[in-house]
């Protein structure tokens, strides 16, 4: 199983920008859609968006237009650029296979804290 770690976080003021790493021990080129989620504390973990294999993209409405997803198959990477961040978008993010995730089977790892300041 691919064990992927998360990195890039920090603390921002709002509108500021983040960019968001993904880092598998191996080879993402067989998993078809990889996403990005948040966790909030006290809510549940949420999709913030996902990336197929071929590049497509899918977005929460509330990161539409702020956050864009990438991967790079080669570098085993996927990425998140956090732009025009709001205090609501405080939280910690984590990346993970989306099929895994929507079967109920995801384990995840440490995630990376974004904290954006008012």
């Known amino acids: 199983q691919v064990q992927l770690v998360e990195s890039g976080g920090g603390l921002v003021q709002a509108g500021g920008s983040l960019r968001l790493s993904c880092a598998a021990s191996g080879s993402i080129f067989r998993i078809n859609v990889m996403g990005w989620y948040r966790q909030a504390p006290g809510k549940q973990r949420e999709l913030v968006a996902a990336?197929?294999?071929?590049?497509?993209?899918n977005y929460a409405d509330f990161v539409k237009g702020r956050f864009t997803i990438s991967r790079d198959n080669a570098k085993n990477t996927v990425y998140l650029q956090l732009n025009s961040l709001k205090p609501e978008d405080t939280a910690v993010y984590y990346c993970?296979?989306?099929?895994?995730?929507?079967?109920?089977?995801?384990?995840w790892g440490q995630g990376t804290q974004v904290t954006v300041s008012s």
């Open positions: 990336i197929s294999s071929g590049g497509n993209t």
């Open positions: 993970n296979d989306h099929s895994v995730v929507t079967a109920g089977f995801a384990s």
